[in-house]
């Protein structure tokens, strides 16, 4: 596959998927109805093209767009993909929602970035601070064939592999487990546990602790523990007051139930309100 049809060029997540089809061996389409899109494009040497001549003889069609707008977009336009046409989606959300037109003939390929890993062996400045990754620093993605042939994974895999490039691993997953993964790993669990944290950090701070001295010390205290859990570092372990501290706070901190966010009731009400449009 190598001609795309990229909806969404112009937006927050277009713009950085543009510029690593920069100088690709794809044939990129630009799509964007916003003015400010357009002139964001235009900033950058790209003329942004009618959905009609985007389309035309497009192999693939990538989706830069909210969750909550994919179904609705997909609905308007599915009649327009030829048979055979790969739909890259960067969330499973609407997938796993059933948002998606019910055609046989359209592949339904899934892929999203798992982001620069916090242990790496990045040395450059502009690496270390890339955060999101896509720019400077490796990430690891993963990827989904929801729909359509077999031997279209390794097309979508290699859309994927550019539009987030520079890419180390690819992790092949299905419909369900990316939704595992996204919303319930990634936001319902970690983004609330990181919210807390800020939040213990502020109330440090409120009790009298420098800012600058709790958020250091958290940071800090962060990436060792990291180390810990995830059996980083070989041999590291919490000491026995840590170990009890933990035992002791967990079942004040936490609901013992709390692991019921990843049933699938609970996760299917989580994309419900993900991919709302009011």
């Not at 601070?129 to 990430?139: I, L, N, T």
């Not at 097309?155 to 990316?178: D, F, L, W």
């Not at 669990?189 to 990181?194: A, I, Q, R």
């Not at 026995?240 to 990843?262: E, N, S």
Request: with cysteine; charged share 25%; proline share 5%.
């Amino acid at each position: 596959m190598k001609t795309i049809a990229l909806l969404g060029a112009g937006g927050k997540m277009g713009l950085r998927l543009t510029a690593n089809l920069i100088g690709s061996s794809y044939d990129v389409r630009h799509v964007e109805i916003s003015e400010r899109g357009q002139a964001a494009l235009r900033e950058r040497g790209i003329a942004a093209v009618g959905l009609d001549a985007a389309l035309e003889g497009a192999e693939a069609v990538v989706l830069a767009l909210p969750d909550n707008r994919i179904g609705s977009v997909l609905e308007q336009i599915h009649q327009k993909f030829k048979p055979g046409t790969m739909v890259v989606m960067l969330d499973v959300a609407a997938a796993y929602a059933g948002l998606l037109p019910k055609r046989d003939d359209l592949t339904y390929f899934i892929t999203h970035p798992c982001h620069p890993p916090i242990f790496s062996d990045e040395v450059e400045p502009l690496a270390q601070r890339d955060f999101f990754g896509g720019e400077h620093a490796k990430q690891h993605i993963v990827c989904c064939l929801t729909q359509g042939p077999e031997e279209h994974y390794a097309a979508g895999e290699r859309i994927a592999r550019t539009i987030y490039k520079p890419v180390m691993k690819s992790h092949r997953c299905n419909t369900e487990q990316m939704a595992i993964l996204e919303p319930v790993l990634s936001e319902t669990v970690l983004g609330t546990c990181l919210t807390i944290l800020a939040e213990a950090t502020d109330e440090a701070v409120r009790r009298g602790v420098p800012r600058d001295a709790a958020r250091d010390f958290i940071l800090g205290h962060m990436r060792v523990e990291l180390a810990i859990v995830f059996q980083e570092k070989e041999g590291a372990v919490f000491s026995d007051g840590a170990l009890k501290a933990i035992a002791r706070a967990k079942p004040v901190i936490f609901q013992p139930d709390w692991k019921r966010v990843y049933e699938p009731d609970a996760i299917a009400e989580s994309v419900r309100h993900i991919t709302k449009t009011e």
